[in-house]
């Protein structure tokens, strides 16, 4: 990376000279001057230049709202996590699957995962309830210490890879409108995708997730958007957030889909694979119809993972008599939320 000569030069004896904002990390430099009048101005000026720093950091960190939480064995990490709010509201928090950087140590993977888990629960405030796991469907030490904290599952889910698709969809589209009306997202139709993503979702998703308008637009980047006919939504593709690192996008399309649209999905789908880095798209495994489409465009499956969930709402109504062996539908069934069509979720103080 070319350096920013802005703000230092070299003097004609070839010594560099930078300019800075004097800072506390300067403390070194002002003990020299023997100044005292001069010293303590400066040590002044610094500490404010340096609390207006904090307050910048502190703001930057709030809209973030990632915390890491690491386990420390000998004086060295040898395991962390990510935590971080799946929506604006903070209701659901999404826990990264554990990292392990050091396994010189008495304890066991498993004890180390139930450890960095159980801390990322504890750390969470009033407003959060629902906590959210993926756990490749082969990691049993993963989804089996979830389960033991309380975590269960909520469905399983589909990576697809779609690297070599480009060669093998055939487009025919002769007589079918074209890949244009793909719209990116914006305030004129964000109101729309955002009652048909609600739409196809289930309940307890829908309950557990909770996202508006504002979550919506911020998974919102130049893959996203909508495939709109006729002022109809077909599909959305949207960033995935659980994902920080990965290119992967979640594909929604209508429990009414026309297979007579057949035809626009698969130039959709080889228009996404075009543009570098290659991404992954994510899809529910309960919906076959929209698995076995995908199948037939030569996409490839990447990954299956499930997702654990852990629930204030849950957990409270499994504590009451004959409901420890209901499944979740049942139990956010029987919630009976009024009003809102899209209940959002609330904490619930726990004994």
């Not at 023997?34 to 040590?43: M, S, T, V």
């Not at 392990?100 to 159980?118: F, H, V």
Request: proline fraction near 3%; aromatic fraction near 8%; charged fraction near 25%.
């Amino acid at each position: 990376m070319k350096k920013d000569t802005s703000n230092s030069f070299k003097t004609e004896k070839g010594i560099e000279v930078t300019f800075e904002e004097l800072h506390i990390r300067h403390i070194n430099l002002l003990i020299d001057i023997k100044n005292k009048k001069l010293n303590n101005w400066f040590l002044k000026m610094a500490i404010i230049n340096t609390f207006d720093d904090l307050k910048l950091f502190l703001n930057n960190l709030k809209k973030n709202k990632n915390k890491c939480i690491i386990a420390i064995c000998e004086n060295k990490i040898i395991g962390y996590l990510n935590i971080f709010p799946l929506n604006k509201k903070e209701t659901c928090l999404k826990i990264s699957k554990p990292k392990l950087i050091n396994k010189n140590c008495s304890l066991t993977e498993k004890q180390l995962i139930l450890g960095l888990i159980k801390k990322s629960i504890c750390i969470t405030d009033i407003k959060t309830s629902s906590w959210i796991i993926n756990a490749d469907i082969n990691n049993i030490d993963l989804i089996s210490t979830s389960r033991e904290l309380g975590f269960q599952p909520l469905g399983e889910i589909i990576l697809w890879d779609g690297c070599d698709q480009n060669k093998s969809i055939k487009q025919n589209t002769q007589g079918y409108p074209s890949i244009n009306e793909f719209q990116k997202i914006s305030k004129q139709n964000i109101l729309k995708i955002v009652n048909f993503i609600r739409s196809n979702q289930s309940p307890l998703i829908r309950n557990i997730l909770d996202f508006d308008q504002d979550d919506i637009l911020k998974r919102n980047n130049s893959k996203s958007g909508a495939l709109i006919y006729e002022d109809s939504v077909l599909c959305t593709v949207l960033k995935d957030i659980n994902y920080q690192e990965e290119e992967i996008y979640t594909l929604t399309i209508s429990r009414y889909w026309d297979n007579r649209f057949n035809n626009i999905l698969k130039e959709f789908i080889k228009s996404f694979f075009v543009k570098a880095p290659i991404p992954s798209l994510k899809t529910y495994k309960e919906n076959i119809q929209v698995n076995t489409f995908l199948d037939e465009c030569n996409l490839k499956e990447k990954n299956q993972e499930i997702i654990l969930i852990r629930n204030t709402i849950i957990k409270n109504e499994a504590k009451q008599i004959n409901k420890i062996n209901q499944s979740l539908e049942s139990i956010f069934d029987k919630l009976n939320p009024q009003g809102n069509p899209y209940p959002s979720p609330f904490p619930l103080k726990t004994k």
